[in-house]
């Protein structure tokens, strides 16, 4: 389990809450919105209806047609033509995507009208040709009488045709579209039943919005197009219309206002989007958008499922089944598209991503963080039990050899007196290095407060030379003291005395017999500079960078016999730096050392006598 502290849950919850809201108003944005649009057509096109004879045939008013037949001003004349054909091989419906508002030239509206009366079940477009005022536009009551039924023919305002608005309202008038009306007298429907999410039609339950009745064109190939100059040539062509609902409109480019950019990637003129319309209504298999409620817990489940996926597992664990969330997440629309709905593409993938990418960001970067911090620790704890095993055999081994010795032989009443002293010292040493430790443990963690006590740097040096003495003595090192009579330094006393001393007590092990040890204490500008030097074995570049790390001891040092367990150092450093100054070193092998402790001001006043 990765998260384990309650902050870090709450926090971890907040910050995938906060990019799960993010996900969803970048994933509805218009941006995103026409994003989904391209997703949508790709899965269009990978979904093709079940392929079925179709019902509809589209007579085409094309190039042809108006090249041979006098063009788009003789449209009537073509129209009534065509219609006279078309009618006599007996379509079940025939709509006209030809709007026909006006009379014109008398002879030509008599043909129309004429062709019209002879045409079964027909279907004129009405329009509102001036968004402004919003009237309908309906065919001339002269036509208008011979029509069965009258469908509008607006679009979606979008530039894909994928939604055909099968209800249009303008000045408390109703149409119903072009294509449904054609649908309800192809199936010999006299009325279509309303409620809020379905248009009656029969037996076909038509899913789609009370707000304009949105119906998602399945677009297929194959509808059957036939062009009307065909008709006019070969009449018999038209026996292919028996029992279809034909449509009728212009086509080419450059003579259809109507022509609109569908899903499958190419434009159609109005009359085939129609035909296309029609054919998903009488098809049966419709599409209906996934309801908001549904898409949020859908992205929620995705969010919350990352969420989980990286809070419960790590490595693999945990990025097996994100990839497998990523694919679901890409997947998802195209499935419930095989099942009817319509799913916005980028919400979803948006939201899987981005909780993923949250998620692992947060358990690489906060957890592992986390993780780091508490192994550092341990290992830390580890060293430092190390240390004190170590460091603290050394006053036991004396203190159990005395008492055994005291226990043992008689001793003279001298003797004995020595004896316990020494116990009694050594003891006091082993109880000064548990508080030392346990301080230094705290300095590390943070925890302690560095004592502030004013204090003569004479007193302490002279502390720290009587301790060394003895060590020195058996070298016949010298140890020399100057500069310090008239130092008064600030912090604390003890932890100081510990630096000091482990500076000295190392330039007299790390140094042969017969040398100098000295000490010095001058002010340099904001600072006081202390200075061990010693005449010892010395140590190159390479050696000098690591003496401060835990437990590093130098080869020579090692040969040498005196070597501790390298930590001394160490913890020197950061009683220093905890009282604001730092340790500088100089060093030539063979030559000696100069460990120089510069401590602030405020840590170290120098009183001029
Ligand atoms: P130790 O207990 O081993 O002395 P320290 O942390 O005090 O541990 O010192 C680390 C290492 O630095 C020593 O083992 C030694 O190799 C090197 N060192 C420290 N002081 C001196 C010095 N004055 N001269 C030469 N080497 C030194």
């Avoid at 971890?12 to 994003?35: C, E, H, K, Q």
């Avoid at 309908?136 to 608005?165: C, I, N, Q, T, Y």
């Avoid at 279509?192 to 297929?220: C, F, V, W």
Wanted: hydrophobic residues 45%; contains cysteine; glycine residues 8%.
């Amino acid at each position: 389990m990765a998260t384990r502290s309650p902050n870090l849950t709450a926090g971890y919850i907040a910050v995938l809450a906060g990019v799960f809201a993010l996900a969803m108003i970048v994933g509805l944005s218009p941006l995103a919105r026409r994003m989904d649009g391209e997703a949508y057509d790709a899965i269009l096109t990978a979904h093709p209806p079940a392929a079925k004879e179709p019902h509809a045939v589209v007579v085409a008013i094309d190039d042809r047609t108006l090249g041979n037949y006098g063009g788009i001003r003789a449209l009537r004349r073509i129209l009534a033509n065509a219609l006279l054909i078309v009618a006599r091989a007996r379509p079940s419906v025939v709509a006209l995507d030809v709007t026909v508002p006006d009379l014109g030239d008398p002879a030509e509206d008599d043909a129309l009208a004429d062709a019209f009366s002879r045409t079964p079940n027909l279907v004129l477009p009405g329009n509102i040709s001036d968004p402004d005022s919003g009237t309908w536009e309906d065919p001339h009551s002269l036509f208008r009488r011979l029509a069965a039924s009258v469908g509008h023919v607006h679009a979606a305002p979008d530039p894909v045709s994928r939604v055909l608005p099968l209800e249009i309202r303008s000045n408390r008038q109703r149409r119903w579209a072009l294509s449904l009306e054609t649908a309800r007298l192809y199936l010999r429907q006299s009325n279509i039943t309303e409620t809020p999410r379905e248009l009656e039609l029969g037996a076909l339950r038509i899913p789609s919005q009370t707000d304009g009745r949105p119906l998602y064109i399945r677009y297929r190939e194959g509808i059957p197009q036939i062009s009307a100059a065909e008709l006019l040539e070969k009449a018999s062509t038209a026996t292919a219309l028996a029992g279809k609902a034909v449509f009728i409109g212009v086509t080419p480019q450059t003579a259809a206002r109507d022509r609109l950019m569908t899903p499958l990637g190419y434009m159609m003129s109005g009359v085939e989007i129609h035909a296309q319309a029609f054919e998903t209504l009488i098809g049966g298999q419709y599409l209906r958008p996934i309801s908001n409620t549904a898409l949020l817990a859908m992205c929620l489940g995705f969010a919350v499922a990352a969420g989980a996926t990286f809070a419960f597992f790590t490595g693999w664990r945990a990025y097996a089944p994100g990839i497998f969330l990523l694919v679901a997440a890409h997947t998802a629309p195209s499935l419930m598209f095989g099942r009817g709905y319509v799913v916005p593409y980028l919400p979803v993938v948006g939201t899987a991503w981005l909780s993923l990418i949250t998620a692992a960001s947060w358990q690489h970067f906060i957890v592992r963080r986390q993780l780091r911090k508490s192994e550092a620790d341990k290992a830390r704890y580890q060293q430092a039990i190390h240390f004190v095993t170590h460091e603290m055999r050394s006053p036991l081994t004396a203190i159990q050899g005395s008492s055994e010795l005291m226990g043992r032989y008689s001793l003279t009443d001298e003797k004995r007196k020595q004896i316990a002293q020494m116990i009694n010292s050594e003891s006091k040493r082993l109880a000064r290095m548990i508080q030392i430790f346990l301080d230094v443990e705290r300095l590390t963690d943070g925890q302690m407060q560095i004592r502030s006590e004013n204090f003569e740097l004479s007193d302490l040096l002279a502390a720290c030379v009587d301790r060394a003495r003895s060590l020195a003595d058996r070298k016949e090192i010298v140890m020399c003291v100057d500069g310090v009579a008239d130092a008064s330094l600030k912090g604390d006393r003890e932890l100081m005395e510990y630096a000091i001393y482990n500076l000295l007590s190392n330039a007299v092990k790390y140094s042969p017999e017969h040398t100098t040890v000295s000490v010095s204490a001058k002010r340099d500008g904001g600072s006081l500079r202390l200075a061990v030097r010693d005449q010892g074995m010395g140590m190159d570049e390479k050696e000098l960078r690591q003496i401060f790390t835990k437990f590093y001891r130098t080869k020579k040092a090692e040969a040498s016999g005196e070597a501790g367990s390298g930590i001394g150092l160490s913890i020197v450093d950061q009683i220093v730096s905890h009282h604001g100054g730092r340790i500088e070193v100089t060093s030539t092998p063979g030559k000696g050392s100069c460990f120089t402790m510069v401590l602030p001001v405020h840590a170290a006043t120098l009183v001029t006598p």
